[in-house]
Structure formats: C-alpha cells, structure tokens
C-alpha cells in the first residue's frame, strides 16, 4: 500500500524548462593555459555536447514484486550511459562533478480552488563521479542504478492522475544557475549548491571513457549543465516473465434466461490486444426477449496525494469493447419487440427462437488512451487502478416487471450484469519482448549473420562494442547507435558502413505504446473502434436504468466453484 512521504516538494520549477537527454549548451568556461608562464585566465564561450542514452529508449519492464523465479533473482537496474562531447579542437575542461538524479514525480487535479498540484514523490541522487577533466571528442560515463522492485509504474498517457520518472544528468560548474540543482531537502527551488553529499552515494561503475588524447589547455566549466530523459517503468503480471493469456468466464442463472455463461479469451492479453468473447445461453424462457449483450471493462482510480496523504478516488470509468446486438433505448422501460431489434425472441412473444442460444464475437480490448494498466500488488505508486470485466445482458419476458411480478403487455427492460476482477498488463507486454533469448554481455551472433570481431576500427580506433546500438531489443540485427548518425561521434566511414540492419525507430511520440502494433495486426470487424460507453450516460440523458437483475440460487454455487478454480490456478 501506498503511504504519503513527508519529504514531498513541487517539481515544475525543473520540469517545466523542457530539458532535451540530448543537445548542445554554450556554457561560458574560466581559461587556465596550463603551459602558459603566468596561468592567465580568461573567460570564453563553449559548444558542449551531451546525451543520455537508455536501452530500449528508457522503457523498463519488471516482473511483480512478489516475483521469486529465476530470471529475476536480481535487483532491477537502470543501465545506460552519459556521452559528453567537445569540439576537436577545443581545451580539456574541468567540472567539479558529474551526478544523476532519478525522480518520481505524479500529477493529479484536484479541482475547486486547489487544482493541479505536481509533486515527487521519490528520488535518489547517484554520484557518478567528483571532480574531473572533460576532454576533447566524446567521453562517456556508465552507469548503473538500482532500483526497489516496488517502484511506481509509469503512466504518460493520462493527464490526470498521471505518475511519471525522470533521470536527470547535471554536469556541475563552479556557479550553477539556481534551478540546475537540488539541495539537501531534495527541493530544486533552493537557490545555492551543496556538494557534500557527493562523496557517499552510489558510485560509478566504470571509469570514463575517452576517444581522443589529452589537450594541452584546460579551463574549468562556469555553469551547470542538466539534462533529462524520461524512464517509463513497467511491470509484468506474468511471474515467469512470459505472455499473459486470459481465460474469464461469468455463469450466472436469473428467472427468465435461466444459465447465462459469458466469458472473455484472449491469446495474448494486453490493453489494446485482441480478445474473443462469448454468450450462451443453454435454455431460455419461450416468453423471453434478449436485446443485446455488452462486455465493458470497469476501471476504479485511487490517487494517494503524495503531499498531505488525502485518498481521492475518481469517478468509475466504463468502456465498452464488444456490444452485440443493439441496446434498446433507455426512455422505453418496455420495449416491443416487434419494433425493437432482437437477438432471440422465443414463440410465446411472436418469435421463433427455441433451445440455446450462443454468439461468439472477436474485437479489441480499450486502447491505452481509454483505460489505463493495472497495478499489481506491492507496487508503491501514489495512482492504484484496479480493473473488472463487465458483462451486461439486456432482456425482457413478456408480462412480467423485473421482480418478476405480472404486469399487462411487454415486459420490462433488465439488465444482467455480473463482474469479475482481472489485471489488465501494459500494451507493450508482447511476445516480440517476452520470448526472447537473453544475451550476455558479449554479443551471440546468430548463425545467419556474420560474426563481426570487437577489434579496433583502423581509421578511428573504437571498437563495434562501443558503437553497437543497445537501445533496440536484444533480439534485432546488429547496427550502429541511432545517436552516431546525429552527430554525437566521430564520423568514420569504415566502421560506421558495419550497421546491418535499417537504423529507424519507433516514432518517439509513440515509444511508450504498443496500441499501434495492435492497429497494424487487426483489421476489419477486429479493428472495431470502442464506443466508449459510460455507464453515467445513461442516467444524464436519459433519466433512469433498467432494473439490474441480481444472481440467484445456482448463481452463488456456480460463481463460488469458479472462484476456487482461480485460486488453485493462481497457486
């Protein structure tokens, strides 16, 4: 469960400046010509290139925190490195430290007279390195954070709540500007710079690497360079790191429909992912009308003010992914039959339906701008979702109210409806980054490619180790880092012709996304968009609702059998 840190400080002082993880600073710089026979000093300005490059563009998938399986024996890590680049020709520059930051930060609004409030809700400072020379060409440092298993899952696609990570880089200069830095409450609105806690955090697990030799002159750094990328954490439901599959079915038994079994599969269950749904219905009432069945996921909200520990929870999100049939209109509480569509219709009301009824039908769960993930178990994150499949039945019998009273001429409109817990994974829990082989660190080339040795480029002297792109899956050809061909790097035109595979990537709008892919997969009646149902519409444009219809006798020993298969499965 989640609890309110007091530690907790508004962030849009730092937020707000749009910091790239890659771009170019003039920072002014104090000369020192170290040959010089007086050591004058002067003050100059200077082109500084900086990135900070994250595999998989700082997607990061965990396993749930109760995980205990092999694979994931370890602590979590954000692996990566910060490449600083200088002009050739420019002097060696002195910095009196280069640390990251690596923030929690969640949103949410209030409303009334409180509004919008941004808040981090955690944070922790890694020292990467304490004073050191910039040389000219490209240096790069690696890095290596770990991070509690139960940190907060990211969620960009919602303005509120929305719950996001930041890792942030500052090269530090002798005067940093008042918001490049953090102070010892961790507040980025404190105007000075303290560097005493550089010395006792987490350190850098290698040393930085040069591409070029020593320079002759050195100055130091005048201002504090701070960079950002943004970390999206995500969790896999699946303990063993795999796909999630769904099997969820719903039987329940009223008057008028007697046994009703719904159920929900999917192949691969994701938000956005394909699902196939089903109604049957073994015997129904020869008086009995069905209208239409709806299946919807129902989402509930609960937002942890990181500030003061207030619980706000918001309204219940209702989204329709399969309807079949039509749903009579809500301002008639007894639809004719004759004039209303109908999926069966038995003899006694003008029909001639008999027996069972059963439908099946493929569609698409909501997109991930419709509904959110859920959140595991043990995850501390200020926004808890928690989700349920929804399946709604619409029917009448004829002369009869919902209570089953008699009434003169067409009966009333019901409505079945019964839920059942899930957790929806993220979209991006597919196959293509579930089922792979994990590589060591040294590269295992498959046997179709050839083996490319890590020895030394004879025109730059770097090796394929330290231009091979680690951003993509594990999985993809191996070519050349995406940043070298933006110009971070030394242009080599004998090492960079080694790239063998095409070097585009996902759109960076969408690289937090997977609902595309999905796109791209379904078509025709799968691609079906959602209607976005909420079930509050009903009672704003119409007034009232059909009677819900509540389960009874078989429904309590039917749903307390499918209760005790799922624990025994989930065990």
């Known amino acids: 469960m989640y609890k309110a840190k007091k530690r907790v400080f508004t962030v849009h002082q730092v937020e707000d400046q749009g910091l790239s993880y890659h771009g170019r600073f003039s920072g002014s710089v104090i000369g020192t010509t170290r040959n010089g026979p007086s050591g004058t000093q002067k003050t100059d300005s200077l082109e500084v290139e900086a990135s900070l490059n994250l595999p998989a563009l700082g997607v990061i998938i965990l396993p749930p925190p109760f995980a205990t399986s092999t694979p994931y024996n370890n602590r979590p890590t954000i692996k990566g490195e910060l490449a600083v680049s200088l002009p050739k020709s420019s002097p060696q520059i002195r910095c009196r430290g280069i640390r990251l930051i690596l923030r929690g930060w969640a949103r949410y609004d209030y409303g009334g007279d409180r509004g919008v409030e941004e808040d981090v809700f955690y944070e922790q400072v890694i ?58 409450d961790g507040s980025p609105i404190t105007p000075r710079l303290d560097l005493r806690h550089l010395g006792n955090t ?21 201002e504090t360079i701070t960079i950002r990328r943004p970390v999206m954490i995500f969790y896999n439901p699946n303990p063993l790191g795999s796909i999630n599959t769904l099997e969820d079915r719903c039987p329940v038994f009223v008057d008028g429909l007697g046994l ?16 196939t749904t089903r109604l049957h219905i073994p015997s129904a009432n020869s008086r009995t009308c069905i209208f239409a069945a709806r299946f919807c996921v129902l989402e509930k909200n609960k ?74 178990p043990g995850v501390e994150t ?3 979702v928690k989700h349920w499949i929804l399946y709604q039945v619409f029917y009448s019998v004829y002369g009869e109210d919902v209570d089953g009273k008699p009434v003169p001429g067409y009966g009333e409109l019901r409505k079945l409806q019964s839920r059942s817990a899930t957790i929806f994974p993220e979209c991006c829990i597919l196959p293509q980054l579930t089922q792979l082989p994990r590589y060591d660190q040294d590269i295992l080339w498959p046997e179709k490619y050839t083996p490319i040795p890590n020895e030394a480029c004879p025109s730059c002297g770097r090796r394929p180790s330290e231009l091979l792109c ?62 976005g149902y909420d079930d509050d519409d009903d009672d704003e444009n119409n007034g009232r609702h059909p009677r819900d219809v509540g389960d009874e006798r078989l429904a309590g020993k039917l749903q307390a059998e499918w209760g005790a298969i799922r624990r025994k499965h989930a065990t």
């Not at 303005?159 to 490049?180: D, K, N, R, Y």
């Not at 009703?260 to 699902?275: D, H, K, M, N, Y």
């Not at 207030?310 to 004719?336: A, L, Q, W």
């Not at 595979?501 to 690289?511: K, N």
Request: aromatic share 6%; with cysteine; glycine share 8%.
């Open 127 to 184: 020292q990467l390195c304490g004073p050191t020379t910039l040389r000219s060409g490209n240096t790069r440092f690696d890095f290596d954070i770990p991070i509690p298993r139960t940190f907060a899952n990211g969620d960009g696609v919602h303005a509120s709540p929305l719950v996001l990570s930041s890792l942030f880089a500052q090269i530090i200069g002798l005067h940093p500007s008042p918001t490049a830095h953090l102070s010892d």
């Open 202 to 222: 987490v350190s850098i697990s290698h040393p930085p690497r040069y591409d070029e030799d020593d320079d002759l002159t050195s100055r130091e750094l005048d």
């Open 260 to 275: 009703v079994e719904l159920a929900c599969s999917a192949r691969i269950f994701t938000v956005a992912g394909p699902v």
């Open 303 to 376: 937002f942890t003010s990181p500030r003061d520990g207030s619980i706000h929870e918001s309204p219940d999100k209702i989204v329709s992914f399969v309807t079949i049939g039509e749903v009579p209109s809500m301002r008639i509480s007894h639809p004719n039959p004759d004039s209303t569509p109908t999926l069966w219709k038995g003899k006694d009301v003008g029909g001639t339906d008999v027996g069972s009824y059963t439908v099946e039908k493929r569609s698409r769960f909501p997109r991930s701008c419709q509904t959110r993930a859920s959140t595991l």
């Open 382 to 384: 200020p926004s808890e």
């Open 470 to 531: 680690t951003s993509c899956p594990s999985m993809s050809i191996p070519h050349i880092k995406h940043d070298e061909k933006d110009g971070l790097g030394i242009e080599c035109s004998t090492c960079s012709g080694r790239s063998l595979a095409p070097d585009g990537g996902p759109d960076e709008t969408q690289w937090h996304c997977a609902c595309l892919d999905w796109d791209k997969e379904m078509t025709g009646e799968q691609a079906l968009t959602q209607d």
